[in-house]
């Protein structure tokens, strides 16, 4: 039986530098270059961190993700310390063991044409450290420093965001938040031009999109015991 619980497909888009368009089976999108494998388009697969301390037989490791399978394998979830703004771990093994950070980004080596990303926020993060970070310039780049460090430390080829609702109050957000949310990805764009880093986030369908991929949980009956095929 294989478990690809951990390995999800998600809605994705990407802010990139316009350029020049795309044509069929080109490896290039608005400038910046693609990962080439048997797929013609992206794929974008997600690694839950903490799948690792599960018991056996669910516990799910690095090393079984089917990287034949992706384009791009992202790592969830990093945290936003809500003192200085700045990234942290949320995942118990990792924060004890920077070493898997590492280890993860190390998965490219494996097959040249993978990408390695981190993902911060996701749904138990909540909203209102979201909207704390981006309501003043000096906690975006107190944010924006920490995720270039993390990025040239672990050597993550990008960094996606997962704040799903901006604005929403329920889950901690102000009427502000999306167009401080857009300053953010501005800021964020502008540090990481230079190296150059990918960067993505969650967000509604758009036609203003790069590519989007599709959520695969509802195929599956019970996301903790069982398995699928795609």
């Known amino acids: 039986m294989s478990f690809l619980v951990p390995v999800l497909v998600y809605l994705t888009t990407l802010f990139l530098q316009p350029t020049s368009a795309v044509t069929k089976g080109s490896d290039a999108i608005h400038g910046i270059t693609i990962p080439r494998n048997k797929f013609e388009v992206p794929v974008v697969c997600y690694y839950y961190g903490w799948a690792s301390a599960r018991s056996a037989p669910m516990n799910y490791q690095i090393e079984d993700v089917p990287l ?43 097959h040249l044409y993978l990408k390695t990303m981190l993902a911060v926020g996701g749904w138990h993060l909540g909203g209102e450290v979201f909207s704390k970070m981006v309501s003043k310039p000096e906690n975006r780049a107190a944010f924006v420093w920490s995720a270039l460090r993390w990025m040239l430390d672990y050597n993550f080829d990008g960094l996606e965001i997962i ?44 036609r203003r999109i790069t590519w989007m991929t599709a959520m695969i949980l509802p195929l599956c009956n019970d996301m903790s015991t069982g398995s699928t095929s795609l």
Request: proline share 6%; charged share 30%; with cysteine.
């Open 68 to 110: 034949d399978m992706c384009t791009f394998v992202v790592l969830a979830f990093a945290g936003i310390d809500d003192q200085t703004f700045e990234l942290k771990s949320m995942i118990p093994e990792y924060q004890a063991d920077e070493q898997r950070y590492r280890n993860f980004t190390n998965l490219k080596t494996q």
């Open 163 to 206: 704040w799903k609702y901006p604005g929403y109050e329920k889950r901690g957000g102000k009427p502000q938040d999306k167009e401080n949310f857009v300053l953010l990805l501005k800021e964020l764009k502008e540090a990481f031009a230079a190296h150059p880093l990918y960067l993505t986030v969650r967000c509604p369908v758009s």
